[in-house]
């Protein structure tokens, strides 16, 4: 059973322009959540799709976009990039359910470095 | 609101030894799950072990088990004849339906293990 498949794994950009992010989720997971993860501030909650519906929403800038496709695959877009946006930002894959039992696995991240 | 708090920023043990890693957590939902992963340099995070709070036991997996003292609202994990592999960022984490089943992360605990 394949994991969760994070691409590109790593990525330069410089400020001011947009990216896009892909993550493939566990087969049968319906659920994706994306996480931005820095040294300073630690792992922090960006949004949760569930059946192409963005379910939760962290606290972050509307630069900051997603959305999920019907297959579950999702993409997370950062537009008018900043320096410090600078991070590695991690996929979850989830099988959903409105539980508090309910396990994420990750993908490997993608590592993304404004200039 | 939610809360994980790992008060340790780096722990040092012996190879073979046992070691601790805190965690404390605060919510006012009655229902949630408690769970930490490993992060190992490559950056995956890998889940560990998952403990519900009406579980009535703590929870085990191989060499990792949790502590769980719900009145105290901590979360410990043990890890038992540690391993030079074990050395990784370790993230104790928390979902309820309070949050909205989202899973939040504390801000880590890097442990080091000495051959």
């Known amino acids: 059973k394949a994991g969760v498949t994070q691409t590109p794994r790593y990525l330069i950009k410089t400020r001011g322009q947009q990216v896009t992010l892909s993550c493939s989720p566990i087969s049968g997971h319906r659920s994706v959540s994306w996480y931005q993860q820095t040294p300073g501030q630690g792992l922090q909650f960006l949004f949760e799709y569930f059946s192409e519906t963005q379910r939760n929403k962290g606290n972050f800038p509307g630069r900051f976009s997603g959305r999920q496709f019907s297959n579950s695959r999702s993409e997370m877009n950062v537009s008018t990039l900043e320096l410090g946006d600078s991070a590695l930002y991690l996929c979850?894959?989830?099988?959903?359910?409105?539980?508090?039992?309910?396990?994420?696995?990750f993908g490997q991240g993608t590592r993304l470095t404004v200039v | 609101a939610q809360k994980i708090t790992q008060t340790q920023p780096g722990m040092f043990v012996q190879e073979k030894e046992a070691v601790t890693l805190d965690c404390t957590y605060d919510?006012?939902?009655?229902?949630?799950?408690l769970f930490w992963y490993k992060q190992p340099s490559s950056g995956e995070m890998i889940f560990l072990i998952y403990q519900g709070s009406y579980d009535q036991q703590n929870a085990t997996e191989g060499r990792y088990s949790l502590n769980f003292q719900k009145a105290r609202k901590s979360a410990n994990l043990v890890i038992s004849a540690s391993q030079l592999g074990d050395s990784a960022m370790y993230f104790c984490a928390m979902r309820a339906l309070v949050g909205g089943f989202k899973t939040i992360f504390g801000a880590g605990t890097r442990l080091f293990v000495k051959a």
């Open positions: 979850a894959s989830s099988l959903g359910g409105q539980t508090s039992h309910t396990e994420a696995f």
């Open positions: 919510t006012s939902d009655p229902s949630y799950g």
